[in-house]
């Protein structure tokens, strides 16, 4: 006698089974991308997402790629709102010399800036509330050096981080405030433009330092002495972070000068 034929009773419960271990194991395969490779967020769409999971840090590169993205793919402009705030961006070396003046400056207005503080060396201990915790992952900096440039784009990209911040003032640490900041604050958000100190110097330390390298995207007569202090609206503040060719330029030709690459990429 041949082998007896399956039971036909049997034969229903196998393609629910074969469901069940297709779905088990997709489960498994988001929950493994979901939680060791945070890019899948970008794929699936995920907004509520921590990245990582494990606890790690975002590099510079993916901050700036987030914050870039999200701006360049917003349809619409993001109107200004009562909550609009100001980032200040302090680029220093260990301490905030001024800091109590800031303080005094500050005070009354929480909930209508922003501080971000990049120390390169060290972590400054405060005597304002105002910076206590907001300092940012910080790397040396060399005085006219394209790592000047880093910090600044870094600090930009934590501060973006936050949609309420419009506009981002760099400053350094002997820099003080001239007006209050009511002033301040109603100045710029009624203000569609950026504000930056840059002039032509045809001495040996100013286009005596130009590169032919630069040539063809950064010609001569671009080319500007600028002052590290800025005030820039969120349009070029994204523009800085998704600029790859200035910045590759400056890197690479510009070993003995140093010139604001937002100042040059607002000039051409």
């Given at each position: 006698m041949g082998p007896q034929p399956r039971s036909r009773s049997l034969l229903p419960l196998k393609k629910p089974s074969w469901i069940l271990?297709?779905?088990?194991?997709v489960c498994l395969f988001l929950f493994s991308s979901f939680s060791f490779?945070?890019?899948?967020?970008?794929?699936?769409?995920?907004?509520?997402?921590s990245y990582p999971l494990l606890g790690g840090q975002l590099t510079d590169d993916e901050i700036s790629s987030r914050v870039v993205i999200r701006e360049i793919l917003i349809s619409s402009p993001v109107p200004r709102s009562k909550n609009s705030k100001i980032a200040f961006l302090f680029l220093i070396r260990d301490s905030l010399p001024f800091e109590m003046l800031w303080d005094k400056f500050f005070n009354g207005y929480e909930g209508n800036f922003s501080v971000y503080v990049h120390a390169s060396i060290g972590r400054p201990r405060h005597v304002s509330p105002h910076f206590v915790n907001w300092e940012i992952r910080s790397a040396k900096v060399g005085w006219g050096d394209i790592t000047m440039m880093d910090a600044e784009r870094?600090?930009?990209?934590?501060?973006?981080?936050?949609?309420e911040n419009k506009h981002f003032v760099l400053l350094c640490e002997s820099s003080v405030p001239l007006?209050?900041?009511?002033?301040?604050?109603?100045y710029l958000m009624y203000a569609n433009i950026s504000f930056i100190d840059c002039f032509e110097d045809p001495g040996i330390h100013?286009?005596?330092?130009y590169p032919i390298q630069l040539l063809p995207e950064v010609e001569k007569k671009h080319f500007r002495k600028g002052a590290q202090t800025a005030i820039v609206n969120i349009m070029h503040a994204v523009m800085t972070l998704a600029d790859t060719l200035y910045y590759s330029k400056f890197r690479d030709y510009c070993k003995v000068c140093f010139v604001s690459l937002i100042n040059c990429r607002l000039q051409t």
């Open positions: 271990v297709l779905v088990l194991l490779y945070p890019k899948a967020c970008y794929v699936f769409g995920c907004k509520s997402f870094r600090l930009l990209a934590n501060a973006l981080k936050d949609p007006r209050s900041f009511d002033y301040t604050h109603k100013g286009n005596g330092r």
